[in-house]
């Protein structure tokens, strides 16, 4: 019997936080292929019009609007939950096991939300949607006018084309094309790997180590829920927003058009806030010290996006009173629930 019981302890320590996991990242990809309803959608009345054509097998749900908006709020949140049934499943003794627990979990969400629909997402925005403009102007008709330049219209959107002979104007645009949806390919690679990691994975992982941790402290739920969003919420966001960094085209964008150096600056200043605020979670400084961190990282975040440049400052100025304030008022050596336990058993 004891080794039915230790079998059937470490099949579901094993195996648990992976179908977890799986669970968690079907959520996120179905609201993924929810967002694609419509491109779908498009796609298959287009066949329509060659009915001597067989339709590609596209997933076609035809959903309202506001069915795809829950859809994907709802994979997003239960991502960021996944982890409570992942630690409670693992019952870790340690952060070690936790860590062990929430990288299988993580790895497997990963995977699955790609599968059902979470890479077609990035692929359709990398490949696909670069290339609708070129595509749209080679089918737009020639003017039917004598004596009118057939490839004009190519050449006023891409005035290089001027000094090209006209027969090879529409084959160069081609061309181009191809090597857009090329260099689309490979962003989009280096996308799908960023999102299954550090969009779907860093979630899981942050929700696994911070629901081990508490579990095994045994705070009261209200002292539960709050340190375990505190813990999940900035570390999982920053390490999307460093993930969406380290991809070239929205390198820009996170610099607000600055360049490399702001945007080094932004991330670095978007993981120290981060750091800090799980530092004071763990380690129970006051509550309003906890709440002025957790207000750093969300100034700094969107100020670092849009690209305002007094955002270090004032970040730096912030974490300055965050820290006299824990200087003056030390925080409470509270016992865990656990502990208590044992104080009162003796």
Not at 30 to 54: E, H, I, M, W
Not at 270 to 295: C, D, E, N, Q, Y
Not at 317 to 342: I, N
Request: with cysteine; glycine share 10%; proline share 7%.
């Amino acid at each position: 019997m004891s080794n039915t019981s230790d079998t059937a302890a470490r099949l579901r320590a094993t195996l648990g936080p992976a179908l977890v996991g799986a669970i968690g990242g079907l959520a996120v990809g179905l609201g993924g292929l929810a967002t694609l309803d419509t491109v779908c959608r498009n796609a298959l009345a287009t066949y329509t019009k060659f009915p001597s054509l067989a339709h590609p097998p596209l997933p076609f749900l035809d959903l309202p609007g506001w069915v795809v908006a829950v859809a994907a709020a709802l994979g997003y949140v239960l991502l960021f939950v996944t982890g409570i049934p992942v630690a409670r499943l693992a019952r870790g003794r340690d952060t070690v096991d936790d860590l062990a627990a929430g990288t299988t979990a993580g790895l497997t969400a990963a995977l699955a939300a790609l599968a059902i629909g979470g890479g077609a997402v990035l692929v359709v925005a990398c490949v696909i949607v670069p290339s609708i403009a070129d595509l749209t102007l080679l089918s737009r008709p020639q003017p039917a006018q004598p004596g009118a330049e057939p490839t004009q219209a190519l050449v006023d959107r891409y005035p290089d084309l001027g000094a090209v002979p006209a027969e090879e104007r529409g084959p160069l645009v081609m061309s181009k094309i191809v090597s857009d949806q090329i260099s689309g390919s490979v962003q989009a690679g280096a996308g799908v790997g960023t999102f299954a990691l550090l969009g779907v994975g860093a979630p899981v992982l942050a929700g696994t180590l911070a629901a081990g941790y508490l579990r095994r402290r045994q705070y009261r739920l209200r002292i539960a829920v709050l340190t375990y969003l505190e813990l999940t919420l900035v570390s999982a966001l920053t390490a999307e927003l460093v993930g969406m960094a380290v991809l070239n085209p929205l390198r820009a964008e996170l610099a607000g058009g600055k360049g490399t150096v702001f945007a080094v600056l932004a991330l670095v200043g978007l993981i120290a806030a981060a750091f800090l605020s799980a530092t004071a979670a763990v380690k129970r400084w006051p509550a309003l010290a906890r709440v002025g961190l957790v207000l750093v990282w969300i100034t700094v975040a969107p100020l670092a996006w849009s690209g305002t440049v007094w955002w270090p400052g004032a970040a730096v100025a912030a974490a300055a009173l965050v820290v006299s304030w824990y200087r003056t008022h030390p925080p409470r050596t509270e016992p865990s629930g656990r502990a208590e336990l044992t104080a009162g058993a003796q």
